[in-house]
């Protein structure tokens, strides 16, 4: 199966910043639990990208889970070093990258990896072969539909539009059965944007140089392979009789063809368009995080208590301590009662 592998796999590329749950996607997608390794805390030494590789809803699909190159403090070389390696992992060239976006946070990194993504592997990477997978959708309020949000939300509504409208979600609240629907949905659409596209998969001139070098690679390889067994069959028989041509099954020549991939690490990057990417974005500030606690909370609310809890809750934050609490709350209660008197007034003058 591995000689059909490499001709008809759907190959992908999982994109996205440490968090944003490209690690639960490719698990997902592959129908297995834990296939890709999870790190508690960032290490000293960034792990290398992963590949993996299986039956997909009766589709042989690899997935490449490639490290946070785009929004890290690394440094130049091992940006370049772990870009290379997902550049080389899925060769020739992939058919879709999968940029994992979670909901409920800015966009804005997401934005700038677009552009460096453009620049790397040129501007049909990302307009003609990038899909945006949305991630923690349960952090959606109860009812609301992820289009619905999108379209309410400039940043993401700019990904969206930048990537052909090409989106999915993963996730779901309906079980096993739903999700795997979901992702058999996500190939279909990948399978759909390589018809849109023309071509048999994304290709330029740095998957060419990695081809070009992986190729070279397994073919060293493969002699090695032989001039080994060939070694053996010498000191068995004696020297009159001629080697067989050492055979290697399709099994142990996709092994050689991903440890060539393995040992490319230096492609020829222009490290210029990456360097000026800025640093993963720091956690929010305190008051951000109030805000959106606030927002959350205010989903569950009547409608009629919203703006008068609202004004509450602002002058609360911002007089600050045990002073700022009990104006917040007293401003509250008294725009609250007001609203409800005003309310019972008009409904009894209708």
């Not at 009547?302 to 809890?309: D, G, N």
Request: hydrophobic fraction near 35%; aromatic fraction near 4%; charged fraction near 30%.
């Amino acid at each position: 199966m591995a000689s059909l592998s490499r001709q008809k796999e759907l190959r992908l590329v999982l994109l996205g910043r440490s968090g944003a749950g490209k690690r639960a996607t490719g698990n997902t997608i592959m129908g297995r639990p834990n296939v890709l390794t999870q790190t508690a805390v960032e290490p000293a030494v960034a792990p290398e990208c992963e590949k993996h590789r299986g039956t997909v809803a009766g589709r042989w699909v690899s997935v490449v889970d490639a490290q946070d190159w785009f929004c890290s403090e690394r440094p130049p070389e091992e940006v370049k070093r772990h870009l290379s390696s997902c550049v080389a992992l899925s060769t020739p060239g992939p058919h879709a990258f999968l940029l994992c976006v979670p909901v409920d946070q800015p966009a804005d990194v997401e934005l700038q990896a677009l552009d460096t993504l453009e620049k790397v592997l040129g501007p049909t990477a990302v307009s003609g072969h990038t899909l945006i997978l949305f991630t923690r959708t349960d952090q959606l309020g109860p009812g609301q539909q992820l289009d619905e949000y999108i379209s309410k939300r400039k940043d993401l509504l700019e990904l969206v539009v930048v990537c052909g409208d090409r989106y999915h979600s993963l996730e779901s609240r309906s079980g096993e059965k739903d999700e795997r629907r979901s992702v058999e949905e996500l190939l279909d659409k990948v399978e759909q944007t390589v018809k849109e596209s023309g071509l048999e998969f994304y290709s330029c001139p740095l998957y060419e140089e990695a081809e070009a070098r992986v190729r070279e690679k397994q073919a060293e390889l493969v002699t090695q392979r032989r001039l080994g067994e060939g070694k053996e069959f010498d000191e068995e028989v004696p020297s009159s009789a001629s080697p067989p041509e050492p055979e290697i099954d399709d099994e142990e020549m996709a092994k050689i063809r991903e440890e060539a991939e393995r040992s490319v690490c230096d492609l020829n990057i222009d490290m210029d368009s990456i360097s000026c990417l800025s640093p993963a974005s720091p956690p929010p500030s305190f008051l951000l995080s109030v805000w959106q606690g606030l927002i959350g909370w205010l989903r569950w609310l009547p409608q009629m208590l919203r703006v008068e809890s609202l004004l509450g809750a602002f002058i609360g934050l911002f007089v600050g301590g045990s002073t700022g609490r009990m104006l917040g709350a007293t401003v509250g209660s008294v725009a609250t009662e007001v609203g409800r008197r005003k309310t019972l007034k008009t409904e009894k003058n209708k």
